[in-house]
Structure formats: C-alpha cells, structure tokens
C-alpha cells in the first residue's frame, strides 16, 4: 500500500505533513535571517494589541496597520500569514534610508491569492503618482511579476513575468523576486523561473513612497494572504533561492482559510 505524504498520522494523531510544517517553520525563519542584505523580515507571527507587524530582523521596522483586525492574522500548520480584504486593509513603513534599496535586491514571501486570476500587489515601495515608482512583486491575472523602475517612470521599468501559475485558488505560493543592476530581472514561484535581460536599469529609483503590503499606489487593494516576508539588499544567488523554496515546500499549496 501506498500512502501519499500528507495522509501519514504519527502516534498522536497528528498528520506528518502538519509535524513537517511545524518542523520546516523554525529552519526558514532562521534562514531567512541569515540571508545577506537583509533589510527586513516580517513574518506575521508577531503583532502587538493595535496590530503592528514586527520585523523580526532586529531593524526595527514595524509595518503600521490600516482597518486590521485580531481575525486579520491566522496561521496554516503554523505557517503565519496577514489576510488582507481587498477594500482598505494594508501594512506600511514610511519611506527611510534602509528601505531605499537602489542597486541588487531580492524580495520574497509566501503568498495566497483569495480572488481566482486578481491583479496586484504583494509587497512594494511603488506608486505611479508622481512618477515614485522603485519596486514591485506581485501579480498580474495568472502570472507573477517583478517590477523596477530606473527613474520613477513607466517608461523605464524592466519587468519579469512568470505566466501561467497563479491559475488556482487559495493556495499559497514561495514566490522571490531579483534584479541585478545592468544585468537581469527575475521573478520565481515554487520553483520557476522567468528572466528578463532586456533594458534592464542600471539602478532603482529612490522614490518616496512607503513600502507597502496589500496596496500598491497608496489606494490599489489586493485581497490575498501573505506571511514570511522579506527584503535584502543583495542579489542572491539562485542556489539560496532554491533553498529557501524546498525548505517551504510543506506550506506550498495548502489551503485552510
């Protein structure tokens, strides 16, 4: 008899896939916070009563909230994750020197997208407005994206995009972003890749715009769950990536809200 990974109950009672979850959590967290560059982590485990979301990172970046709630925050199998509405929930950090990140940067999260083939944003430092537009990840119907802009405009923005993954509903993603300057930007979900070499900038603007988790030009909501989120001044190498992926492969594709 064959038992598929997910159906093994250990002598408790409680399914192996669960027991892995609860085991891989503590190896990413601490991962995560050896990456090179890195600027902040939010993992949505750790909030206070008025709903700030603490960067465990120890930079102190606390994410202030807007229309959250206690229900706002839950976990799968322990993994922790914000859910926000669509309407007029998000998390910022006012705009500052350590997120001003111009040159190599990595981004990445785990993501679930509650309305089927949405367009949005999961986490960024962009607004069309004014031309303050530095970085983006995010997704665009089905496909996931990766966004910079070189000088605040439209005009000079390089983009990745990663079609045909984001089809199915309430399932939670590993998804990264990457630029290199000159050289590359790159978008990977759950262990793909698209990268794009053309036109790409030789820096990212330093725009003014808070970063920003849920909303994307101060007022473009985007209903989806998201935890474990990161950001590095530093262009990781794919292996790291690739890493980071297989040790979140037992939240990839669950579903439990």
Same mark, same amino acid.
């Given at each position: ?49 008025? @709903? !700030?979301? %603490? *960067?465990?990172? #120890?930079?102190? =970046? ?8 206690? /229900? ?50 999961? @986490? !960024?430092? %962009? *607004?069309?407005? #004014?031309?303050? =537009? ?8 089905? /496909? ?51 990268? !794009? ?61």
């Amino acid at each position: 008899m064959v038992l598929r990974r997910d159906s093994v109950i250990d002598q408790m009672g409680v399914p192996i896939q669960e027991i892995n979850s609860r085991s891989n959590l503590g190896v990413l967290v601490g991962r995560i916070l050896t990456l090179p560059g890195l600027r902040g982590f939010w993992p949505m485990s750790s909030w206070d009563g008025s @709903f !700030n979301a %603490y *960067d465990i990172s #120890g930079q102190g =970046r606390t994410l202030t909230p807007t229309n959250l709630t206690g /229900s706002s925050f839950g976990h799968w199998s322990g993994l922790p994750y914000v859910i926000m509405n669509g309407v007029n929930q998000k998390l910022t950090r006012a705009d500052e020197a350590g997120l001003d990140i111009t040159g190599p940067l990595t981004m990445g999260c785990a993501v679930l997208n509650v309305t089927p083939t949405a367009s949005g944003t999961f @986490f !960024n430092k %962009y *607004d069309g407005t #004014g031309n303050q =537009r530095s970085y983006w990840l995010g997704c665009s119907g089905n /496909s996931f994206q990766m966004v910079v802009s070189g000088d605040g405009t439209g005009a000079t923005q390089a983009v990745a995009t990663l079609s045909g993954v984001w089809s199915n509903l309430q399932k939670f993603s590993f998804v990264v972003g990457k630029y290199i300057p000159s050289v590359s930007i790159g978008v990977y979900a759950n262990g793909l890749w698209n990268k !794009n070499t053309t036109s790409i900038p030789a820096s990212i603007y330093n725009s003014s715009t808070p970063l920003q988790i849920g909303v994307h030009d101060g007022s473009v909501y985007y209903n989806c769950a998201i935890g474990m989120v990161w950001l590095c001044s530093y262009a990781l190498e794919d292996f790291i990536i690739d890493e980071l992926y297989d040790i979140s492969r037992a939240f990839v594709g669950s579903v439990d809200l």
